[in-house]
Protein backbone atom coordinates (compact mmCIF):
# COMPACT_ATOMS: atom_id res chain seq x y z
CA UNK A 1 0.00 0.00 0.00
CA UNK A 2 2.73 2.22 1.02
CA UNK A 3 4.72 1.41 -2.47
CA UNK A 4 1.19 2.37 -4.15
CA UNK A 5 1.41 6.02 -2.55
CA UNK A 6 4.87 6.28 -3.50
CA UNK A 7 4.27 5.59 -6.87
CA UNK A 8 0.84 7.68 -7.54
CA UNK A 9 2.67 10.79 -5.75
CA UNK A 10 5.46 10.40 -8.10
CA UNK A 11 3.13 10.26 -10.61
CA UNK A 12 1.38 13.20 -9.70
CA UNK A 13 4.56 14.76 -9.35
CA UNK A 14 5.54 14.12 -13.24
CA UNK A 15 2.02 15.19 -14.46
CA UNK A 16 2.83 18.56 -12.26
CA UNK A 17 6.05 19.21 -14.15
CA UNK A 18 5.06 17.84 -17.31
CA UNK A 19 2.37 20.71 -17.11
CA UNK A 20 4.74 23.10 -15.88
CA UNK A 21 7.30 22.59 -18.55
CA UNK A 22 4.49 23.04 -21.32
CA UNK A 23 3.21 25.89 -19.75
CA UNK A 24 6.78 27.51 -19.74
CA UNK A 25 7.76 26.02 -23.40
CA UNK A 26 4.33 27.19 -24.64
CA UNK A 27 5.01 30.77 -22.83
CA UNK A 28 8.74 30.49 -24.83
CA UNK A 29 6.88 30.01 -27.26
CA UNK A 30 4.76 32.89 -27.52
CA UNK A 31 7.42 35.35 -26.40
CA UNK A 32 9.64 34.19 -29.53
CA UNK A 33 6.37 34.76 -31.92
CA UNK A 34 6.06 37.59 -30.39
CA UNK A 35 9.69 38.75 -30.52
CA UNK A 36 9.70 37.81 -34.22
CA UNK A 37 6.35 39.89 -35.16
CA UNK A 38 7.34 42.75 -33.35
CA UNK A 39 10.50 42.34 -35.50
CA UNK A 40 8.19 43.06 -38.75
CA UNK A 41 6.33 45.71 -36.79
CA UNK A 42 9.59 47.77 -36.35
CA UNK A 43 10.46 47.51 -39.44
CA UNK A 44 7.28 48.55 -40.95
CA UNK A 45 7.31 51.44 -38.28
CA UNK A 46 10.91 52.61 -39.77
CA UNK A 47 9.61 52.24 -43.52
CA UNK A 48 6.71 54.82 -42.37
CA UNK A 49 8.96 57.08 -40.88
CA UNK A 50 11.14 57.28 -43.63
CA UNK A 51 8.02 58.60 -45.67
CA UNK A 52 7.07 60.76 -43.39
CA UNK A 53 10.29 62.23 -43.65
CA UNK A 54 10.41 62.37 -47.41
CA UNK A 55 6.94 63.77 -47.20
CA UNK A 56 7.69 66.56 -44.48
CA UNK A 57 10.87 67.49 -46.57
CA UNK A 58 9.41 67.87 -49.86
CA UNK A 59 6.51 69.93 -48.44
CA UNK A 60 8.92 72.13 -46.17
CA UNK A 61 10.83 72.69 -49.98
CA UNK A 62 7.48 73.41 -51.35
CA UNK A 63 6.56 75.71 -48.85
CA UNK A 64 10.23 77.65 -49.26
CA UNK A 65 9.51 77.81 -53.05
CA UNK A 66 6.39 79.76 -52.06
CA UNK A 67 7.06 81.97 -49.67
CA UNK A 68 10.07 83.20 -52.38
CA UNK A 69 7.51 83.98 -54.41
CA UNK A 70 4.97 85.78 -52.35
CA UNK A 71 8.37 87.44 -51.49
CA UNK A 72 8.19 88.07 -55.24
CA UNK A 73 5.08 89.21 -55.59
CA UNK A 74 4.46 91.77 -53.06
CA UNK A 75 8.15 93.77 -54.41
CA UNK A 76 5.77 93.75 -57.51
CA UNK A 77 2.90 94.97 -55.94
CA UNK A 78 4.57 97.48 -54.32
CA UNK A 79 6.30 98.81 -57.60
CA UNK A 80 9.62 97.78 -56.45
CA UNK A 81 10.47 95.18 -59.17
CA UNK A 82 8.89 94.88 -62.88
CA UNK A 83 8.29 91.75 -64.30
CA UNK A 84 6.12 90.27 -67.01
CA UNK A 85 2.85 88.86 -67.10
CA UNK A 86 3.77 85.22 -67.40
CA UNK A 87 6.71 85.61 -64.72
CA UNK A 88 3.57 86.78 -62.30
CA UNK A 89 1.83 83.72 -63.62
CA UNK A 90 4.22 81.17 -62.49
CA UNK A 91 4.72 83.25 -58.99
CA UNK A 92 1.20 82.87 -58.07
CA UNK A 93 1.47 78.91 -58.86
CA UNK A 94 3.95 79.02 -56.60
CA UNK A 95 2.52 80.83 -54.24
CA UNK A 96 -0.43 78.04 -54.58
CA UNK A 97 2.45 75.75 -53.13
CA UNK A 98 1.67 77.11 -49.78
CA UNK A 99 -1.08 75.01 -49.22
CA UNK A 100 0.38 71.79 -48.98
CA UNK A 101 0.21 70.46 -45.49
CA UNK A 102 1.67 67.03 -44.37
CA UNK A 103 -0.59 63.97 -43.60
CA UNK A 104 0.56 61.37 -40.97
CA UNK A 105 -0.37 57.79 -41.70
CA UNK A 106 1.39 55.49 -38.97
CA UNK A 107 -0.60 52.34 -40.07
CA UNK A 108 2.54 50.11 -38.81
CA UNK A 109 2.26 51.66 -35.09
CA UNK A 110 -1.34 51.11 -35.08
CA UNK A 111 -1.19 47.69 -35.51
CA UNK A 112 1.43 47.08 -33.19
CA UNK A 113 0.25 49.26 -30.81
CA UNK A 114 -3.86 47.09 -30.72
CA UNK A 115 -1.77 43.70 -30.61
CA UNK A 116 0.14 45.22 -27.54
CA UNK A 117 3.67 43.57 -29.09
CA UNK A 118 4.37 47.55 -28.81
CA UNK A 119 5.07 46.56 -25.16
CA UNK A 120 7.25 43.76 -25.94
CA UNK A 121 10.12 46.70 -26.42
CA UNK A 122 12.57 47.05 -24.32
CA UNK A 123 13.93 50.07 -24.38
CA UNK A 124 12.08 52.63 -22.59
CA UNK A 125 13.48 55.66 -24.16
CA UNK A 126 12.37 54.56 -27.58
CA UNK A 127 9.18 53.56 -26.26
CA UNK A 128 8.79 57.29 -25.21
CA UNK A 129 9.59 58.61 -28.43
CA UNK A 130 7.35 56.55 -30.27
CA UNK A 131 4.24 57.69 -28.00
CA UNK A 132 5.35 61.60 -28.22
CA UNK A 133 5.72 61.54 -32.56
CA UNK A 134 3.19 58.79 -33.13
CA UNK A 135 -0.14 60.46 -30.21
CA UNK A 136 1.70 63.74 -29.53
CA UNK A 137 3.22 64.91 -32.98
CA UNK A 138 1.01 63.45 -34.75
CA UNK A 139 -1.84 65.71 -33.29
CA UNK A 140 -0.46 68.48 -33.20
CA UNK A 141 0.14 68.02 -36.76
CA UNK A 142 -3.25 67.55 -37.33
CA UNK A 143 -4.64 70.53 -35.45
CA UNK A 144 -2.85 72.83 -36.93
CA UNK A 145 -3.57 71.00 -40.58
CA UNK A 146 -6.89 72.53 -39.68
CA UNK A 147 -5.76 76.10 -38.62
CA UNK A 148 -3.05 76.57 -41.93
CA UNK A 149 -6.39 75.33 -44.00
CA UNK A 150 -8.29 78.25 -42.39
CA UNK A 151 -5.89 80.59 -42.72
CA UNK A 152 -4.50 79.77 -46.52
CA UNK A 153 -6.62 77.02 -48.15
CA UNK A 154 -9.98 78.41 -48.19
CA UNK A 155 -9.15 82.17 -48.23
CA UNK A 156 -7.39 81.31 -51.98
CA UNK A 157 -10.23 79.32 -53.13
CA UNK A 158 -12.15 81.99 -52.87
CA UNK A 159 -9.79 84.98 -54.11
CA UNK A 160 -7.71 82.56 -57.25
CA UNK A 161 -10.97 82.23 -59.48
CA UNK A 162 -11.05 86.00 -59.54
CA UNK A 163 -7.54 86.90 -59.97
CA UNK A 164 -7.09 84.00 -62.57
CA UNK A 165 -9.73 83.99 -64.61
CA UNK A 166 -11.25 80.87 -66.43
CA UNK A 167 -11.14 81.91 -70.21
CA UNK A 168 -14.33 81.88 -72.54
CA UNK A 169 -14.86 78.20 -73.87
CA UNK A 170 -11.55 77.04 -72.14
CA UNK A 171 -9.93 75.38 -69.52
CA UNK A 172 -7.16 77.78 -69.62
CA UNK A 173 -6.96 80.75 -66.83
CA UNK A 174 -5.84 84.25 -67.48
CA UNK A 175 -4.40 86.82 -64.80
CA UNK A 176 -6.86 89.65 -64.03
CA UNK A 177 -4.00 92.13 -62.78
CA UNK A 178 -6.66 94.95 -61.57
CA UNK A 179 -7.44 91.96 -59.46
CA UNK A 180 -3.30 91.43 -58.40
CA UNK A 181 -3.02 95.19 -57.16
CA UNK A 182 -5.94 94.98 -55.22
CA UNK A 183 -4.59 95.80 -51.18
CA UNK A 184 -7.29 92.27 -50.54
CA UNK A 185 -4.30 90.72 -52.68
CA UNK A 186 -1.72 92.24 -50.86
CA UNK A 187 -3.19 91.87 -47.38
CA UNK A 188 -3.59 87.70 -48.53
CA UNK A 189 -0.28 87.84 -49.49
CA UNK A 190 0.67 88.47 -45.96
CA UNK A 191 -1.93 86.51 -44.60
CA UNK A 192 -0.45 83.62 -46.01
CA UNK A 193 3.47 84.21 -46.37
CA UNK A 194 2.98 84.53 -41.83
CA UNK A 195 0.96 81.12 -41.76
CA UNK A 196 3.23 79.19 -43.95
CA UNK A 197 6.32 80.60 -42.25
CA UNK A 198 5.09 79.29 -38.85
CA UNK A 199 3.69 76.17 -40.41
CA UNK A 200 7.04 75.31 -42.01
CA UNK A 201 9.64 76.76 -39.37
CA UNK A 202 7.60 75.01 -36.31
CA UNK A 203 5.43 71.87 -36.98
CA UNK A 204 6.71 70.88 -40.34
CA UNK A 205 10.58 70.88 -38.92
CA UNK A 206 10.00 70.09 -35.36
CA UNK A 207 8.05 67.10 -36.21
CA UNK A 208 10.32 66.58 -38.77
CA UNK A 209 13.79 66.67 -36.15
CA UNK A 210 11.43 64.17 -33.93
CA UNK A 211 11.41 61.81 -36.80
CA UNK A 212 14.41 61.51 -38.22
CA UNK A 213 15.85 60.87 -34.02
CA UNK A 214 13.26 58.21 -33.81
CA UNK A 215 14.44 56.66 -37.24
CA UNK A 216 18.17 56.56 -35.68
CA UNK A 217 16.47 55.10 -32.55
CA UNK A 218 14.25 52.40 -33.99
CA UNK A 219 17.40 51.35 -36.56
CA UNK A 220 19.45 51.23 -33.28
CA UNK A 221 17.21 49.02 -31.19
CA UNK A 222 16.70 46.49 -34.54
CA UNK A 223 20.66 46.36 -34.47
CA UNK A 224 21.51 45.54 -30.86
CA UNK A 225 18.00 43.32 -30.36
CA UNK A 226 17.99 41.36 -32.90
CA UNK A 227 21.86 40.27 -33.56
Known amino acids: MLGNSKRHIFEIVVIFLGITLSFYAENYRQDIEIRNLLKDDLFSINAD ?14 IKTSIIAIDSLRLYISDKIDVDQNTLVRLIKRMLYSRNTFF ?24 KVLSEYYQNNYE ?7 LHDDAITKPLAEFYPKMMVRKEFSSERELNMTVLKKK ?25 AT ?7 VEAYLKEAYK
Do not use: H
Not at 109 to 119: E, F, H, P
Not at 211 to 217: I, N, S, V
Open 49 to 62: ISNDINEMERIDKR
Open 184 to 208: EFSDLLITIQYSAEIYTNYIIRNTL
Open 140 to 146: RVRINNG
Open 211 to 217: AQDLKTR
Open 104 to 127: PYGAAYQVAQSSGRINAISDQGLM
